[in-house]
């Protein structure tokens, strides 16, 4: 398949070109500048908040993945905004790409949000309610309008929500979940990135939210 992934140049963007890569699909690299360190097969250069590069990037795909969001210090952010990203860089960046998909008529859509949006609010634990509440407020408001607004589209859909993301290398077994249910608090992008794969690839879960968790092996 050949895949759009936009946000690829963040650490979740990183992880699901590199596992989609692995899979043999044809991966486009949708990125404000490549940066030195990671070198994708095809890069885009473009801004997400631009429909007319989003527009010429959906170009030619099978399928997209959204992986938007803003890679700062989330108390800075809350304090003094964001000093490199829009806080709308979700909301926006996604409603340019499914106007994108329909205009090239590009069907399969798969968008990472987070654990603790929507309907998964209440099953947060109540420090994390806390933080997300003080601190995060403000990107949680605008990747609930981004779920909005995927939701609200004619896209063969499928929302990923994860709950804490790290950086750790070890993979272990993912609970996937439409119900919302969770086995830790913490998990692996590379997991959620294979869970991401298995979702462009199967029809299994359109218009679905998922939960996503993570047993250590």
Request: with cysteine.
């Amino acid at each position: 398949m050949k895949v759009l992934v936009v946000g690829a140049s963040g650490k979740s963007g990183r992880a699901i070109v590199s596992e989609l890569t692995a899979r043999q699909h044809n991966v486009t690299a949708f990125v404000r500048k490549p940066p030195s360190d990671f070198a994708p097969a095809h890069p885009f250069v473009g801004n997400a908040l631009d429909a007319d590069a989003i527009r010429s990037a959906v170009l030619g795909h099978d399928a997209v993945v959204v992986a938007l969001g803003i890679s700062e210090n989330a108390f800075r952010v809350r304090l003094r905004g964001p000093k490199h990203t829009p806080m709308h860089i979700r909301s926006i960046g996604t409603s340019n790409v499914i106007a994108a998909m329909r205009a090239h008529s590009v069907r399969k859509l798969v968008v990472q949000t987070a654990f603790g949006v929507g309907d998964t609010a209440a099953k947060l634990p109540p420090k994390w309610r806390l933080f997300f509440n003080l601190v995060l407020k403000p990107q949680i408001e605008d990747t609930a309008e981004q779920e909005q607004r995927v939701r609200s589209s004619d896209t063969d859909w499928v929302l990923i929500r994860p709950v804490s993301l790290t950086d750790s290398p070890q993979v272990g077994n993912a609970l996937v979940s439409a119900e919302g249910t969770t086995v830790s608090i913490e998990v692996s992008r590379r997991t959620v990135a294979q869970v991401i794969a298995d979702n462009v690839e199967s029809n299994l879960n359109l218009r679905q939210c998922l939960s996503v968790s993570e047993a250590k092996a």
